[in-house]
Nanobody
């Protein structure tokens, strides 16, 4: 399994970013997918999950209403649209194969993509 995140950058408060995760090495269309993030000095935090087919989406309270997870099964891509970004969103963002919210349940991670929200 290979996970390659991209799309992170520095953005001003209130701005938007779209993160991408290219997934290979597994039947993507049969896999729940999740995003996590990790700020310096903190544990890896669950952000959002999308089920197979994209019919069920769940998000953490901290991002609900601002960040939206989506998927493109034909391209085996996972996305995270992040709007109204604030400094609290600054972190490394990681995608994962599965729908569990506890990061220690996952063994495979990509290199992550860094998001910095600052004026």
């Amino acid at each position: 399994v290979q996970l390659v995140e991209s799309g992170g950058s520095m953005v001003q408060p209130g701005g938007s970013l779209r993160l991408s995760c290219a997934v290979s090495g597994l039947p993507f269309n049969n896999s729940d997918m999740s995003w996590f993030r990790q700020a310096p000095g903190k544990g890896r935090e669950w952000v959002a999950t999308i089920n197979t087919g994209g019919t069920v989406i769940s998000s953490s309270d901290s991002v609900q209403g601002r960040h939206t997870i989506s998927r493109d099964d034909a391209k085996t891509m996972l996305y995270l649209q992040m709007d109204n970004l604030g400094p609290e969103d600054s972190a490394g963002y990681y995608c994962a194969v599965g729908g569990q919210t506890w990061s220690l349940n996952y063994k495979t991670w990509g290199q992550g993509t860094q998001v910095t929200v600052s004026s």
